[in-house]
């Protein structure tokens, strides 16, 4: 143990220069418990970033989950002090769990800087819990390990699989169309949620998830594995185990996360059909470590890569097959014999992320494809531009046959589809006006959404996957194109074309559309474009400045407030921007 690092934690509990202080720290962890002899044994300190709590159901059981994380820590050898992450719950906050990603981070890097911490296990789940820890965790560079809190287990209605969040969209459809009533809604809906853990379809949760597994930053195999069972446990404890000897490896985020990690848990995304929010998400992880990554990377490295993972809303699966199937881990194998995977980038555990895939194997073939025989080809997201917006992401490997054949059959274009514009700002205007038939809405209609970005609808609302009017729906149009500056649930199959930077909010190009305006996108090209001439839109630029701007509604608490003014565009990962500059700073 010569060339053991010297632990952070000696700073506040063995520090000869400031008796004063050391005095004053020891007694008030004394009072919690634990001994003098254990304080000043040189034992390093490990971190339990709580993020489960009653508020939050999606995490709740990393509550039980971490007495287990606990005794691996103390098996270890280390000493464990569990505390809490500000909740969020992807479904339950309002108007935006969007909002409390940077807040959680903001309260996270605060404390992993501040209190003696040698080392953290990060638990994860819920969809921005995961990149509000890995942000804060690159921003503060101790060392950090990822647990999983799982999904839940399948859901079932009349011997068929229900998914987490997927089940809503169809359901409402059925309402719309008057084939169910409320209580039979809320049923189907609930039939999803038949355990604790994190949404079981391939919805946010479960790709970032997945990423982070893929980025190396937590034991192979764990991402999958249900919250419920056994070995989600015992994933625990060796999790608790790994950390300590982590902190004696001095082995740190920016040891882990680097750009090969980055790329690899980009085509891992699109063989996994994961989220549109990744793209975000990851780009806000790398932006605190200092690592090059853009949303380019995700056209040029993810976009080639095929959909291998059949789950819920690209496929038709849940979690426990997904787990049943091999993971992470048969997934990186399949892409890792097809030279896609940066073989070489470190993991928590030690190895490289080939040397703990290779030969991973997929035990069921219905649920993971073996690359040769993919779900679908080219699967990863298009990054679209254009007078619009900068970008924004499309997510093809949800493109229903229906949709193909309205929008994209014409055989001399067949990339190609235009329309005219009907226009929503914000959800509220959607909600009151989708069903008016004075609206105007056709099969031809392209639906837009703005005032939906992180400065217009703070955080950024899941709003872009409109349902059509109910009396379309009962003619049988069961999708229309829906553009526009918020995000969607990664539970959707609507192939949206979504998070476009910058925002209306921000005066981007969607500012300026008008309903009844023709929109041309072209997917082989990546554009999307309103077909007007540029002089028209530089008038009606200058029109809405002198108008004041695009208009969204007032802040309601002071961080809304404080966060509108500092937060970025999504392209760019939408963070807090003055936070960018503090890097690595454990180190500093
Ligand atoms: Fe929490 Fe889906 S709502 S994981
Ligand atoms: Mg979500």
Sequence with gaps: MTDQPKLRSRAWFDN????????????????????????????????????????SPCNRHHLVLAERVRAGIIEAGGIPLEFPVHPIQETGKRPTAGLDRNLAYLGLVETLYGYP???????????????????????????????????????WHKGERTGSGTIVWKARQLLAAGEIDDNEFIRLVASSAPSTGYCNTMGTATTMNSLAEALGMSLPGQAAIPAPYRDRQEAAWRTGKRIVE?????????????REAFLNAI?????????????????????????????????????????????????EYLGEDYYRAGGVPAVVNQLLQQGLIHEGALTANGRTIGENCRGAAIEDEKVIRPFASPLKEEAGFIVLSGNLFDAAIMKTSVISPEFRDRYLSNPDDPDAFEGPAVVFDGPEDYHHRIDDPA???????????????????????????????????????????????????GTSGSPSILNASPEAAAMGGLALLQTGDRVRIDLKRGTADVLIPDAELA??????????????????????????????QMNTGAILEGAEKYQRIAQT
């Excluded at 004394?30 to 508020?55: M, V, Y």
């Excluded at 982590?246 to 996360?257: Q, T």
Aim: aromatic content about 4%.
């Design 16 to 55: 000869p220069d400031n008796i004063d202080m050391t005095a004053l720290y020891l007694e008030r962890y004394l009072n919690f418990g634990l001994s003098l002899e254990e304080l000043r044994s040189g034992k390093p300190i490990i971190g339990i970033a709580q993020t489960g709590s009653d508020l």
């Design 117 to 155: 911490l040698d080392g953290v296990v990060l638990t994860i789940g819920c969809d921005k819990t995961t990149p509000a820890c890995l942000m804060a965790a690159a921003t503060v560079n101790i060392p950090a390990i990822a647990l999983s809190v799982g999904p839940m287990l399948n859901g």
């Design 246 to 258: 982590m902190v004696a490896e001095d082995l740190k985020p920016s040891d882990i996360m680097t």
């Design 267 to 315: 085509v891992v995304n699109s063989a996994i059909g994961g989220s549109t929010n990744a793209p975000i998400h990851l780009q806000a992880i790398a932006r605190h470590l200092g690592v090059e990554t853009s949303w380019a990377d995700w056209q040029e490295h993810g976009h080639p890569v095929p959909l291998l993972v059949n789950l819920q809303p690209a496929g």
């Design 439 to 489: 609206v105007g809405i056709t099969p031809e209609t392209l639906l837009f959404m703005r005032g939906a970005g992180p400065v217009g609808y703070p955080g950024a609302a899941e709003v872009v996957n409109m349902r059509p009017p109910a009396y379309l729906i009962t003619e049988g149009v069961h999708a229309l194109p829906c553009i526009g500056d918020g995000r969607q649930s």
């Design 539 to 568: 008038e009606r630029r200058a029109a809405l400045k002198a108008d004041g701007g695009y208009r969204y509604p007032a802040s309601q608490t002071p961080w809304q407030e404080i966060q509108r003014a500092v937060v970025g």
